[in-house]
Protein backbone atom coordinates (compact mmCIF):
# COMPACT_ATOMS: atom_id res chain seq x y z
CA UNK A 1 0.00 0.00 0.00
CA UNK A 2 1.13 3.58 -1.25
CA UNK A 3 0.48 7.01 0.11
CA UNK A 4 0.49 10.04 -1.54
CA UNK A 5 -0.31 13.24 0.34
CA UNK A 6 -1.29 16.38 -1.27
CA UNK A 7 -0.98 19.74 1.00
CA UNK A 8 -4.67 21.13 1.81
CA UNK A 9 -5.18 24.83 2.85
CA UNK A 10 -8.16 26.27 0.82
CA UNK A 11 -10.84 23.79 0.98
CA UNK A 12 -13.78 24.30 2.48
CA UNK A 13 -16.07 22.06 4.79
CA UNK A 14 -19.04 23.82 3.41
CA UNK A 15 -18.22 22.58 -0.07
CA UNK A 16 -17.46 19.25 0.77
CA UNK A 17 -20.73 19.20 3.43
CA UNK A 18 -22.88 20.64 0.02
CA UNK A 19 -22.07 17.29 -1.41
CA UNK A 20 -22.35 14.74 0.88
CA UNK A 21 -23.21 15.79 4.69
CA UNK A 22 -21.65 13.82 7.66
CA UNK A 23 -22.96 10.61 8.29
CA UNK A 24 -23.80 9.75 4.72
CA UNK A 25 -22.68 8.78 1.40
CA UNK A 26 -23.09 9.59 -2.29
CA UNK A 27 -22.52 8.04 -4.96
CA UNK A 28 -21.43 11.13 -7.74
CA UNK A 29 -20.82 11.44 -11.68
CA UNK A 30 -17.33 13.09 -12.65
CA UNK A 31 -18.71 16.20 -13.18
CA UNK A 32 -19.50 16.15 -9.04
CA UNK A 33 -16.45 14.77 -8.03
CA UNK A 34 -14.40 17.90 -6.12
CA UNK A 35 -11.63 19.73 -7.85
CA UNK A 36 -8.69 18.03 -5.63
CA UNK A 37 -8.70 15.04 -7.47
CA UNK A 38 -6.80 14.97 -10.41
CA UNK A 39 -8.55 14.81 -13.50
CA UNK A 40 -6.31 12.12 -14.65
CA UNK A 41 -7.69 10.03 -12.09
CA UNK A 42 -11.09 11.29 -12.77
CA UNK A 43 -11.40 10.17 -16.54
CA UNK A 44 -10.08 6.89 -15.88
CA UNK A 45 -12.87 5.96 -12.95
CA UNK A 46 -16.07 4.38 -13.76
CA UNK A 47 -18.21 5.73 -10.91
CA UNK A 48 -16.93 7.89 -7.71
CA UNK A 49 -18.60 7.61 -4.07
CA UNK A 50 -17.91 9.63 -1.42
CA UNK A 51 -19.03 9.32 2.01
CA UNK A 52 -18.45 11.25 5.51
CA UNK A 53 -18.12 10.59 8.79
CA UNK A 54 -18.50 12.91 11.93
CA UNK A 55 -20.58 15.56 12.95
CA UNK A 56 -20.89 18.82 11.55
CA UNK A 57 -19.30 21.29 14.02
CA UNK A 58 -16.57 18.63 15.00
CA UNK A 59 -13.79 16.57 13.50
CA UNK A 60 -15.14 15.22 9.85
CA UNK A 61 -13.44 12.18 7.59
CA UNK A 62 -14.29 12.76 4.06
CA UNK A 63 -13.91 10.17 1.59
CA UNK A 64 -13.76 10.18 -2.57
CA UNK A 65 -13.58 6.26 -3.76
CA UNK A 66 -12.62 6.17 -7.60
CA UNK A 67 -13.76 2.90 -8.66
CA UNK A 68 -11.92 2.76 -12.42
CA UNK A 69 -10.76 0.34 -15.27
CA UNK A 70 -7.28 -1.17 -15.09
CA UNK A 71 -7.06 -2.22 -18.25
CA UNK A 72 -3.87 -4.04 -17.87
CA UNK A 73 -4.35 -5.86 -14.87
CA UNK A 74 -7.38 -6.79 -15.92
CA UNK A 75 -9.56 -5.54 -12.77
CA UNK A 76 -12.01 -3.00 -11.86
CA UNK A 77 -9.95 -1.12 -8.53
CA UNK A 78 -10.56 1.44 -5.83
CA UNK A 79 -8.13 4.59 -5.43
CA UNK A 80 -9.50 6.22 -2.66
CA UNK A 81 -8.74 10.12 -1.47
CA UNK A 82 -9.68 10.87 1.97
CA UNK A 83 -9.44 14.43 3.88
CA UNK A 84 -10.59 15.47 7.27
CA UNK A 85 -11.74 18.69 8.88
CA UNK A 86 -11.68 20.14 12.37
CA UNK A 87 -14.28 22.11 12.82
CA UNK A 88 -14.54 24.26 9.65
CA UNK A 89 -10.59 23.92 9.14
CA UNK A 90 -9.04 20.86 7.11
CA UNK A 91 -6.55 19.18 8.27
CA UNK A 92 -2.93 20.04 6.43
CA UNK A 93 -2.97 17.08 3.82
CA UNK A 94 -5.14 14.53 2.11
CA UNK A 95 -4.02 11.33 1.18
CA UNK A 96 -4.43 9.19 -1.66
CA UNK A 97 -4.14 4.99 -1.27
CA UNK A 98 -2.63 3.47 -4.21
CA UNK A 99 -2.47 -0.52 -4.34
CA UNK A 100 -4.72 -1.02 -0.92
CA UNK A 101 -4.58 -4.05 0.55
CA UNK A 102 -8.50 -4.85 1.85
CA UNK A 103 -10.42 -7.61 0.93
CA UNK A 104 -12.42 -6.61 -1.90
CA UNK A 105 -10.68 -3.31 -3.68
CA UNK A 106 -9.02 -5.21 -6.77
CA UNK A 107 -11.56 -7.18 -8.21
CA UNK A 108 -10.63 -9.40 -11.69
CA UNK A 109 -12.41 -9.41 -15.01
CA UNK A 110 -11.84 -11.76 -18.00
CA UNK A 111 -10.22 -9.64 -21.24
CA UNK A 112 -13.81 -10.53 -23.19
CA UNK A 113 -14.95 -8.07 -20.85
CA UNK A 114 -13.16 -5.94 -20.95
CA UNK A 115 -12.72 -5.92 -24.68
CA UNK A 116 -16.81 -5.86 -25.07
CA UNK A 117 -16.95 -2.65 -22.70
CA UNK A 118 -14.57 -1.00 -25.16
CA UNK A 119 -15.75 -2.40 -27.94
CA UNK A 120 -19.39 -0.98 -27.17
CA UNK A 121 -19.19 2.31 -25.78
CA UNK A 122 -20.79 2.25 -22.80
CA UNK A 123 -17.68 2.02 -20.31
CA UNK A 124 -19.11 4.25 -17.88
CA UNK A 125 -22.31 2.59 -18.17
CA UNK A 126 -22.01 -1.01 -16.51
CA UNK A 127 -22.94 -1.94 -12.82
CA UNK A 128 -20.21 -2.47 -10.52
CA UNK A 129 -20.93 -4.61 -7.57
CA UNK A 130 -18.83 -2.23 -5.11
CA UNK A 131 -21.23 1.00 -5.72
CA UNK A 132 -24.36 1.15 -4.13
CA UNK A 133 -27.58 0.51 -5.58
CA UNK A 134 -28.98 3.76 -4.26
CA UNK A 135 -27.28 7.18 -5.04
CA UNK A 136 -27.42 7.91 -1.39
CA UNK A 137 -28.39 6.77 1.88
CA UNK A 138 -26.75 6.78 5.54
CA UNK A 139 -23.14 5.24 6.00
CA UNK A 140 -24.55 2.78 8.46
CA UNK A 141 -27.07 1.25 5.57
CA UNK A 142 -23.80 1.34 3.29
CA UNK A 143 -23.33 -2.73 3.39
CA UNK A 144 -20.33 -2.57 0.80
CA UNK A 145 -17.34 -4.10 2.80
CA UNK A 146 -14.77 -2.86 0.54
CA UNK A 147 -15.51 1.02 0.53
CA UNK A 148 -16.07 0.64 4.10
CA UNK A 149 -12.18 -1.16 4.53
CA UNK A 150 -11.49 1.65 2.09
CA UNK A 151 -12.55 4.61 4.76
CA UNK A 152 -11.42 2.89 7.21
CA UNK A 153 -8.15 2.62 5.74
CA UNK A 154 -7.73 6.72 5.29
CA UNK A 155 -9.34 8.00 8.69
CA UNK A 156 -6.03 6.02 10.34
CA UNK A 157 -3.61 6.94 7.88
CA UNK A 158 -4.87 10.56 8.54
CA UNK A 159 -5.17 10.42 11.99
CA UNK A 160 -1.73 9.10 11.99
CA UNK A 161 -0.67 12.28 9.86
CA UNK A 162 -2.37 14.52 11.87
CA UNK A 163 -0.79 13.03 15.41
CA UNK A 164 2.37 12.99 13.72
CA UNK A 165 2.18 16.67 12.66
CA UNK A 166 0.74 17.93 16.34
CA UNK A 167 3.68 15.98 17.97
CA UNK A 168 6.55 17.76 15.63
Known amino acids: MKHSWIPIDTETRHEWEAICPPGEYRVIQAADVPPLIPSALVGKGHSFLIMASGTQDGTAYY ?24 GDDPV ?11 EGRTRKVPQSFLDAIAASGIETQYAVTSIPSTSAGKIEELEIASQQSAFQELVISLQRFTTHTNET
Open 92 to 102: ASGCFIHHGTW
Open 63 to 86: MVNTNRLDHKDRAIDQEPFGLAFV
